[in-house]
């Protein structure tokens, strides 16, 4: 137990401080929506700020609904983390990794919703005129420890079955 406990909070601290230090280099550096080829045709560094959620979820709702709504779900989820971690001391460190990858990166972007009202992004990938939708650390952090949840939970049924 006190060993997922220290990478949780060792890994989390890692990913937190990593996020707000790419995110302040970003601002420092950059003007708003100034962009900077890294790989032509496919990676650009970019200065947007997004005030809503994924893909611009929620972005035109008014700004209070935005403050409170975003705020809130992302104290319960942040809650339930611990909560789970501390109750159910997962014997997984896929698992441990993954919900350390998701709170990390939660709290990173609360941060700044907390500081600025909206989400620094800053990774640009295309192809051609393709854009996904600009990215940071954290919001990778979370994408990363969702896939491993979710293959942690695949891995676990298939052994559940052989058992």
Same mark, same amino acid.
């Given at each position: ?31 708003? $929506? ?11 560094? &970019? ?13 035109? /709702?008014?700004?209070?609904? !935005? ?8 104290? &319960? ?28 990166? /939660? ?5 700044? !919703?907390? !500081? ?14 393709? $854009? ?5 650390? /954290? ?7 969702? &896939? ?8 676990? !049924? ?6």
């Amino acid at each position: 137990m006190k060993k997922n406990i220290l990478i949780f909070f060792l890994g989390a601290a890692f990913v937190i401080v990593l996020d707000q230090i790419t995110k302040c280099a970003i601002t420092s550096r950059f003007f708003m $929506h100034e962009s900077y080829p890294v790989i032509n045709g496919f990676f650009n560094l &970019v200065y947007v700020m997004n005030p809503g959620a994924a893909f611009g979820f929620l972005a035109n /709702a008014p700004e209070i609904f !935005r403050y409170i709504f975003f705020t809130s779900i992302t104290i &319960v989820a942040l809650v339930l983390i611990l909560y789970y971690l501390v109750k159910s001391n997962p014997q997984s460190l896929m698992l441990v990794c993954a919900l350390t990858l998701i709170f990390a990166g /939660a709290v990173g972007n609360l941060i700044d !919703r907390l !500081r600025f009202g909206a989400v620094v992004d800053f990774l640009d990938v295309y192809i051609w005129s393709a $854009h996904w939708p600009a990215f940071n650390v /954290a919001d990778s952090a979370i994408s990363i420890g969702a &896939v491993l949840m979710i293959w942690d939970m695949i891995a676990n !049924r298939n052994k559940d079955k052989t058992s």
